[in-house]
């Protein structure tokens, strides 16, 4: 099938019958069929057009079809990358695969190997589920020119993925997405894509990756009890080790989410931002008389914190994360090292790194959202980065050996901090407020709309470009459209306020980030009054996205 799949209506039988005929996969070749046989109307969207390059890769169900991540997909997909890579002088180079433990990641890895060994790469294949750090960190080690991971990170189970790096580690921007996009439509029929069947093992990638992490701490103490969990992801051992090998021996691992098990039967949806996805961490956390508290997310690429404030345990916020370990790094900063330090957020994160960012009298950048634009911070090549973070759970900690989100580097580098702190009679929510009292107090918040219904995000976009509003919670506000740069509008007002609405790069959600700061003479009046604040920012948000 050598054009991009994209049918509706009657056409979609057609269109299913060719791809069946196409299929590598005996088993996905009669799932289709039976949709076929029953005339099925889900067969349109089942052939709606193969997934495209979002934020960070391909992300669908694993399910039959050219709208679905299945061997087939893998296959014409893998054929447009090693086009592409060829075409643009990288035939013949490195090309390492790793895989996570979903469903479907095993074959999906295999196919990759043997499309890449077939068309002459040298294919360097990890030995086992690994977290997608290990193989963004080989990528660079290797000097590959490019490194494919098989993972859907934190989405639900019943999807899957294809991240794929450039050489140094970096993920795609424009256009370099849609020339790839382009060459994978022209690939030829799956069954007709040569395939090998070896290829080299990459044994050592974890164990190198392991000996780079261990030298990340800064300090020397090491008296703090960690609780963690890897929400039965492939980072439980991984992320053991590391923090063994940086001297922290006393952790707990939530047992019931050690394993990897790729229908997290445990939490309803696989992502510490979730509601309830850490509660049983943080029981442990209690339980044990822990100082810190570690949530990795499936691939171990996120990593959330959680420390005791008041006496009560709760998980801290990615922009909470984000300024604790930019601090910490800031403050022990080799200078002779990294004499032009650069740090770096997103649009919809926090602002107080701006703040921190100038009391070190360093670089700071705001990128689009994602690493794919954090790591390329500043001159487009990232130079002199130190630190970037997003709020949704992502830090990169040391960009010059993973140039991408890192949950286990960013815990071993949390507990090194929160350990310091300890040691000197001090803690993470201590420290927190320290830095609001000194930056202001950046109360944050997130409203998404889940869509069942995707034609809904862009008419709500549309519908907010012609009609922006003019307050917000009593507050007379400014809108800035990012088109063409991105899909999203920036709306701000004084105080602080600022609401960031754009379409999710990787779930059906429209999701809209909300900021107040408050300038603090009292901290706890401070907090009531910008919680207050975002109370009335988020039903005025709310009402506006939805229509009200």
């Known amino acids: 099938m050598g054009e991009s799949v994209e049918v509706c209506g009657t056409g979609a039988r057609a269109a299913a019958e060719r791809w069946i005929a196409e299929d590598v996969d005996p088993g996905a070749r009669a799932e289709l069929q039976r949709l076929v046989d029953a005339d099925s109307p889900e067969l349109a969207d089942r052939m709606s057009g193969m997934p495209r390059f979002g934020t ?39 090309v390492v695969v790793g895989r996570d433990a979903r469903h479907g990641s095993a074959d999906f890895a295999a196919d990759t190997a043997g499309v890449l060994a077939a068309a002459g790469f040298d294919v360097r294949v990890l030995p086992e589920p690994l977290p997608t750090p290990v193989l963004a960190h080989a990528v660079r080690a290797l000097d590959a020119v490019a490194g494919i991971q098989i993972t859907a ?10 991240k794929l790096y450039l050489r140094g580690g970096t993920h795609l921007v424009n256009p370099t997405d849609s020339e790839i996009e382009a060459a994978v439509a022209a690939a030829p029929a799956a069954n007709s894509v040569p395939r090998a069947e070896s290829w080299s093992v990459h044994s050592s990638a974890l164990e190198d990756y392991l000996a780079r992490v261990a030298t990340l701490p800064r300090g020397s103490a090491r008296g703090l009890r960690i609780a963690a969990t890897a929400l039965h992801g492939v980072g439980a051992r991984p992320l053991r080790e590391a923090l063994h090998r940086a001297g922290f021996d006393d952790v707990h691992l939530v047992a019931s989410q ?30 044990v008389g822990a100082d810190l508290a570690i949530a990795l997310d499936p691939d171990a690429d996120r990593c959330a914190l959680g420390a005791p404030v008041d006496g009560v345990w709760r998980m801290f916020r990615g922009d909470e994360t984000g300024v604790l370990l930019a601090w910490h790094i800031l403050s022990t900063l080799d200078r002779e090292a990294a004499p032009d330090p650069l740090v770096a957020t997103t649009i919809v994160s926090a602002t107080m790194l701006r703040s921190i960012a100038a009391e070190f009298g360093v670089r700071y950048d705001e990128t689009l959202t994602g ?21 949704a759970l992502g830090h990169c900690v040391d960009p010059d050996f993973v140039r991408d989100k890192d949950g286990i580097s960013t815990a071993v580098l949390a507990a090194d901090l929160a350990a310091a702190l300890k040691a000197a009679g001090r803690s993470l929510p201590q420290l927190l407020d320290e830095l609001s009292t ?44 990012l088109l063409p740069e991105t899909d999203a509008l920036v709306v701000t007002g004084a105080g602080g306020l600022r609401v960031v609405i754009r379409p999710s790069g990787t779930e059906p959600k429209l999701k809209c980030y909300l900021q107040v700061v408050e300038q603090v003479d009292d901290l706890p009046t ?23």
Do not use: C
């Open 56 to 94: 960070a890769g391909l992300r669908a169900a694993v399910r039959a079809g050219a709208n679905g991540m299945n061997r087939a997909v893998v296959v014409r997909t893998t054929a447009g990358v090693a086009k592409w890579l060829d075409e643009h002088g990288h035939g013949g180079g490195v």
């Open 153 to 162: 990170s934190h989405n639900p189970p019943q999807d899957n993925g294809y």
């Open 258 to 287: 050690a394993d990897p098990d790729p229908d997290f039967p445990t939490v309803g949806f696989p992502n510490p931002e979730e509601p309830g996805t850490t509660d049983a961490l943080l029981a442990l956390a209690a339980e």
């Open 371 to 391: 690493f794919k634009w954090l790591v390329r911070a500043g001159d487009g090549a990232g130079t002199g980065l130190v630190y970037a973070y997003e709020e």
């Open 438 to 481: 000194e930056h202001g107090l950046h109360e944050t918040g997130q409203i998404s709309v889940r869509v069942s219904d995707l034609s809904v995000i862009p008419r709500t976009m549309r519908r907010l470009r012609a009609q922006p509003p003019a307050q917000l919670a009593g507050t007379t506000v400014d809108v800035r459209d």
């Open 526 to 548: 401070a907090k009531r009054r910008a919680a207050d604040r975002l109370a009335a920012l988020e039903r005025a948000v709310s009402e506006l996205v939805r229509g009200g």
